[in-house]
């Protein structure tokens, strides 16, 4: 089955400074890549997502870029704030022939200091 | 839209007891998944339903674990019996229908086995 590795696990950056978190997976039938942000006391809520037809997206501060040919995919948070702080994972899905299932990464707690 | 509702919030049980866990997902969506989080394997996904079908229960951890699906607006996640390696927070997800669809988490049930 899918393997998804995330990196680092633990991120502290200064307020306003960008914040990148990496992932990679194993099956290279997975093109379906989407990143959640879980903030203490509650479940994971999509940020963005990106399809293996697509190299980047960008959506206000945050972006992902994916590399097929490498199997990484990875999460840019610019200018951060602290209501950034939050644990973010990534995860991969294979799509319908896969049964279209999620498997996340281990998480990163990302803190944004003052 | 009240999202994805799970009850209790918190539980706490003793070895031995039967746990059930509650979800209703969100009107419309047509697919349920169970996860457990926990620090050493975060995210994992139990089982998952289409349309009130059981489609995939291979994560599900052994035959303690059993979950339904009566209708499209009510599934169970039900531990008997329950042993302290079982506590964890207990999320519930849907999805509307459609490939990589958004997945709406639950606030999740935070389980303690004592």
């Known amino acids: 089955g899918e393997n998804v590795e995330q990196h680092p696990s633990t991120l502290s950056v200064q307020e306003g400074d960008s914040a990148v978190i990496k992932c990679t997976y194993s099956?290279?039938?997975?093109?379906?890549f989407p990143w959640y942000k879980q903030e203490l006391g509650k479940g994971p809520q999509l940020i963005i997502d990106?399809?293996?037809?697509?190299g980047e997206k960008k959506d206000q501060r945050i972006a992902v870029t994916l590399n097929k040919t490498a199997k990484h995919f990875s999460l840019h948070i610019t200018e951060t704030q602290p209501e950034d702080s939050a644990v973010y994972f990534c995860?991969?899905?294979?799509?319908?022939?896969?049964?279209?299932?999620?498997?996340f990464g281990t998480g990163t707690q990302l803190k944004v200091e003052l | 839209d009240a999202g994805v509702i799970q009850s209790p919030r918190h539980e706490v049980t003793e070895m031995g007891q039967e746990v059930t866990l509650r979800c209703k997902p969100i009107?419309?969506?047509?697919?349920l998944f169970w996860y457990r989080q926990t620090m050493m394997r975060g995210l994992e996904l139990l089982i998952y339903?289409?349309?009130?079908?059981?489609?995939?229960d291979s994560g599900m951890p052994e035959d303690r674990f059993s979950a339904k699906m009566p209708n499209a607006s009510f599934s169970t996640l039900k531990i008997q019996p329950s042993e302290p390696r079982d506590s964890a927070v207990y999320f519930c997800?849907?999805?509307?229908?459609?490939?990589?669809?958004?997945?709406?988490f639950g606030s999740g049930t935070q389980l303690s086995v004592l």
């Open positions: 990106i399809r293996s037809n697509v």
């Open positions: 009107s419309g969506h047509n697919s």
């Open positions: 339903f289409n349309n009130n079908v059981p489609i995939d």
């Open positions: 997800a849907s999805r509307p229908t459609g490939v990589n669809e958004k997945l709406f």
């Open positions: 099956d290279s039938a997975s093109n379906y």
């Open positions: 995860a991969a899905s294979i799509g319908v022939g896969g049964g279209n299932k999620l498997t």
